[in-house]
């Protein structure tokens, strides 16, 4: 199984601290070395770095721990090849542009049969059963509601009655976002904390590192990180139920379902 | 004006020497400093990287020239900003896909009252004029074609079509490839040289750097430099004349038109 990361948040922050634990997982404390990649939104735009070296031997990913890019959305993945062989086309996230905004993908789990009918619109460009279902999704979204992008409360009932039809054909952990919100849906494994004042101090659960949060942050500040497995060893981490499908604005979690 | 730089070969190859002479003229060498961007096939898939960062100045833009990517179809841009703000979303390469591929455009020029119908199908993220350009572009190669790819020789003939259309409403200097050719038009300035067998040293314009190819290729590669003007003192540049659409495949020029 792979492993997914995201971060919500409600003024750009950078990720160096959560990556760079996460990415340790890309080889070192966890087998996902099957590529891996990172999409950061920044304002309208997105940055995407992909690679299909193990995330601990890329330079790109030494890039990421060192530079630290400020978002507000980020959707990360280390890949353990289920489905598609390892190649640059067949690393998460994927990104795709619906309505004039870029949306990001990224998926955890394994879908069995399943084979939904495109229309053309949203063509998957490798062979993963993950890039199919994010194109499927568009291509729904667009269907159900045309040329205008809808608000929030219908995006996300959209969104349940989809992500449930997909979740029928295997495990789909699986996280979206437009830039302006975060969508996480646990098939199995997920878990999220907020970031908030007052800010304590974090130890990485796969490297000797932490942070004292209360320096590099404002009062104001609320973070949302959201991630296959607990990457801190002193947080609080909150485990979805199978069948939620939650979505973050802001750093908050907006809503829950089942 | 913004600058444009494209490579094709036959085998993948990196694109360090040219790039790092190219980054120059973000900041140092001229004054394109309104961010920059560069794309890179590796087999179906593509490594996007963009910065709002003057090129001189960005990290990433580091990165690239210690790491040798190898691809057979790049292109790279450094913008000077004429239409649309100094944001990431505006940065070049832009890159979509259509019939199951990843399409990768960059543009130099202005185009004026440019107002296309667009369907929906594709919608800029940005407000470049060159962004919506791509969008028409690949809207129209869908509505002419449908759902399946058509040949080169028909993809090139469409695309004259198309471009010259375009280019009445301005200058539009542009490069696109699908990752298995590279399409360059010519309104204003453009050149290109072809390196293969017998290779020699080529020493850059923009920095004191030179390298003797012959020690870091075979005999049978090939490889296709475009650019908005010649890198290098010491090799033969041979100009697009306006309104020329040049196709490279394999590193080869494949045909001209006027």
Redesign the interface.
């Given at each position: 199984m792979c492993q997914l990361l995201a971060m919500n948040c409600n003024v750009p922050t950078d990720i160096v601290f959560s990556f760079t634990g996460f990415a340790h997982r890309g080889g070192r404390t966890d087998t996902h070395h099957d590529g891996w990649g990172i999409a950061f939104f920044?304002?309208?735009?997105?940055?995407?770095?992909?690679?299909h070296q193990a995330a601990i031997a890329s330079?790109?990913a030494e890039?990421i721990k060192?530079?630290p890019i400020k978002s507000t959305n980020v959707i990360a993945h280390i890949r353990k090849a289920t489905q598609g062989q390892v190649?640059?086309?067949?690393?998460h996230p994927f990104?795709?542009?619906l309505?004039?905004?870029?949306w990001v993908f990224a998926h955890n789990g394994d879908l069995k049969e399943f084979a939904p009918a495109l229309d053309?619109?949203?063509?998957?460009?490798?062979t993963t059963d993950s890039e199919l279902a994010f194109c499927f999704l568009l291509q729904e979204l667009?269907r159900r509601f045309?040329?205008t992008a809808p608000d929030r409360a219908a995006l996300h009932a959209a969104l349940e009655e989809l992500v449930r039809g997909i979740a029928a054909y295997g495990t789909f952990n699986m996280m979206l976002s437009d830039g302006t919100a975060l969508f996480a849906h646990c098939s199995t494994k997920l878990c999220y904390v907020v970031r908030k004042y007052p800010f304590a101090s974090a130890c990485l659960s796969d490297e000797d590192l932490s942070v004292d949060f209360s320096q590099v942050t404002t009062p104001n500040d609320r973070v949302a990180i959201i991630v296959t497995e607990p990457l801190t060893t002193n947080e609080t981490w909150t485990h979805f139920a199978p069948g939620e499908l939650k979505l973050f604005v802001d750093g908050a979690l907006q809503a829950a379902s089942i």
């Open positions: 920044e304002g309208a735009g997105v940055r995407h770095f992909v690679d330079p790109i890039l060192r530079y190649a640059l086309e067949n690393c990104v795709r542009e309505w004039g905004r870029y053309g619109a949203f063509r998957p460009v490798g667009r045309g040329d």
